[in-house]
Structure formats: structure tokens, C-alpha cells
């Protein structure tokens, strides 16, 4: 696996935000840092719940702001609470990873060709400009041609929507970990894994390391300007 930053792969596009595959782990030396980072500073006791300051006030707030491409954070507290389990996540957590494996499955051909995609709210006010003017003009010529009493609609199916139902499905042994859940069934689903022997509740911890591991190297590396940062300006909709 290629080191997160290496000088000898410095793409235009950053590919190693999150792992380029579920079975990748991050380089140990890259954890230990990361550990080593994340727990200095950290508050003993912190009330139950999310977005409660983890840190105290000198170590809270961070030096530079980190780009994470759909979102600079300053907030030591938010990589905190994404490593930590069972810490629910926040949904600015769940909105840069699926970002991330969005820019993920165009950067490798062999994601790309599977033709899936993620959404996330970044993604949905980008196209949601580009329709909302579409749709109200598409509505008004539909009216004026008198379209639908030539054509009328269409009576609602009656036919029930195909589910396939799956045996033995992982189960969360706590509520602080449905999304983490959540991403890693995305990521079985693009990769075509098998979910139930990968998301499983004993994974959680190991994927939430790895996660915020890759995305606080993938920051660290653009302040440092490692490597140069495209992915949240030129990202190709």
C-alpha cells in the first residue's frame, strides 16, 4: 500500500483521503502518530453526547484549520469523536466520507465501472442548482403543449418494490456505531464485499482508526503542501 502523502505519488486528485480498499490498513507508524496526536490535551471527563469539547482550551481549537475538502475543521474534538467508539458521529463526519468515496470510485477505473456513486449534501446542492430552473422550465412547456392530456400519467404501481432479503445480517451491539454502520455498508456495497463478514460490530474501532487516521494525514499533508489538493474545486460532477 502506498504511504498517505509518499513524494513519489503526489496525484492532482488526492486518492488516499480514505482507504483505496476496505482490506487496507493504515501504516502503523501513521497510527501511532495519529494516537499520539489525538490524545494530548484530552479532557478526562467530558459530558455524554456529541460536540462537547473533548480538549482543553489550549489544544481544543487547531493551529491551521484543516481542509477536508467538503469542509475545513478547526475543532480538535471532531477527529476525536470520529475515532472514538462508541461516540455517535456527526453529520458533517458522515458527509466528508461519503464525499470522499464519491472522489474515491472516480479516481480507480475499476470502482468507476461498477457504475455506482454516493451522495452527499455538497453533491446534492451542486446538482440542485443546476435542475431547480430546469425542472420549473421542463413543468411550464409540459403545461403550454398540453402534454399530459394526451399523455396522461402513468397509475402508481402496483407492483411491490424488489427487496432482497439477506440471512444473518451483523447486528450493533451498541447505538454509537450505526453510522460507522452505515459508511462501511456503502463501502461493501461499491467494493462488492461480502457485508456480513466485514461490518461486523468488532471491526468498528479498527475502521474508525483507519478512517480518521487517513483523513487527518490527508488534511496534514495539505498544510504541509505534500502533495497538491484539487479534490473539492475541480471535482468533475
Not at 461519503?98 to 451522495?119: A, C, H, S, W
Not at 412547456?141 to 400519467?153: C, G, I, N, V
Request: proline share 7%.
Amino acid at each position: 500500500m502506498t504511504e498517505v502523502g509518499s513524494p513519489s505519488h503526489a496525484p492532482s486528485k488526492l486518492i488516499y483521503a480514505i482507504p483505496p480498499s476496505l482490506a487496507d490498513e493504515s501504516p502503523k507508524e501513521k497510527l501511532e502518530e495519529f494516537w499520539e496526536w489525538i490524545n494530548k490535551g484530552v479532557l478526562k471527563r467530558t459530558p455524554l453526547g456529541k460536540r462537547h469539547p473533548r480538549y482543553n482550551a489550549k489544544y481544543e481549537t487547531l493551529d491551521k484549520p484543516h481542509d477536508l475538502g467538503f469542509m475545513v475543521e478547526d475543532k480538535k474534538s471532531w477527529f476525536y469523536e470520529l475515532a472514538t467508539s462508541p461516540v455517535w458521529l456527526w453529520d458533517e463526519h458522515i458527509d466528508v466520507d461519503f464525499y470522499y468515496l464519491r472522489n474515491k470510485i472516480k479516481q480507480f477505473p475499476e470502482l468507476e465501472q461498477r457504475n455506482v456513486t454516493t451522495v452527499d449534501t455538497f453533491f446534492s446542492a451542486k446538482v440542485r442548482e443546476g435542475v431547480e430552473c430546469m425542472s420549473k422550465f421542463i413543468s411550464l412547456l409540459a403545461d403550454r403543449l398540453s402534454f399530459f392530456e394526451f399523455k396522461p400519467r402513468e397509475p402508481p404501481g402496483i407492483y411491490p418494490i424488489p427487496v432482497t432479503i439477506m440471512k444473518y445480517i451483523p447486528q450493533l451491539v451498541n447505538g454509537g456505531d450505526c453510522e460507522m454502520f452505515t459508511i462501511k455498508y456503502a463501502e461493501c456495497l461499491i467494493e462488492e464485499r461480502d457485508v456480513r463478514y466485514w461490518v461486523i460490530h468488532g471491526r468498528m474501532q479498527i475502521f474508525r482508526d483507519w478512517l480518521t487516521c487517513y483523513l487527518w494525514c490527508h488534511a496534514k499533508c495539505k498544510i504541509e503542501q505534500t502533495y497538491k489538493s484539487d479534490d473539492d474545486e475541480d471535482m468533475d460532477f
